[in-house]
């Protein structure tokens, strides 16, 4: 495996994390379950280091693909500058975590306090993971960029009756 299938092996983890804590942290919310609170300040700090793991292979899936033609050096900076944002907020998100987990095992009058303040952070975490996914697909899939249509192939021009 190179490292652009290094990458690629670990760069959702980041982007699935957050969103099943904010549906597990939810959860705890409603059932008033600690346990289920921990689980989800559990599960956004897993997102942190998904984050380092993704952010660091991202430097050498760059060196893979910025060889392949036809990818374009704009969109690789475009998405290794999300992608820097994303792992700040996603680290921030795991301090955040870190602390919640301490006060509800310490049994803090604040707990729930952290719990409020990490699902509304976790929302700024999804912002910049839809922003980072987002930007990442458009170096390879050109379906998905504004703008811009993939080119027209052989069996689109005989659907359209221009091809033999």
């Known amino acids: 495996m190179n490292d652009a299938h290094w990458h690629l092996v670990v760069n959702h983890l ?22 289920v609170k921990r689980t989800a300040f559990m599960i956004f700090i897993l997102g942190a280091f998904g984050a380092i793991a993704a ?5 050498g899936a ?3 693909v910025e ?16 992608a820097e944002t994303f792992a700040i907020f996603c680290y921030i998100l795991g301090g955040i975590s870190l602390l919640g987990l301490w006060a509800s095992f310490k049994q803090k009058t604040f707990s729930n306090i952290i719990v409020i303040v990490s699902l509304l ?11 980072t996914g987002t930007t990442g697909g458009e170096i390879r899939h050109t379906e998905i ?8 192939t052989e069996n689109s021009e005989k659907e359209n009756g221009k091809g033999y």
């Open 121 to 131: 952070f976790a929302s700024v975490v999804l912002f910049f993971a839809k922003q």
């Open 55 to 59: 952010l660091s292979t991202g430097e």
């Open 62 to 64: 760059e060196e893979v």
């Open 14 to 35: 980041p982007i699935i994390f957050p969103i099943v804590g904010v549906i597990v942290m939810f959860t705890g919310l409603v059932s008033k379950s600690e346990t």
């Open 67 to 82: 060889n392949i033609k036809g990818i374009q050096e704009s969109y690789i900076k475009s998405h290794e500058e999300t």
């Open 145 to 152: 960029r504004n703008g811009n249509n993939p080119p027209a």
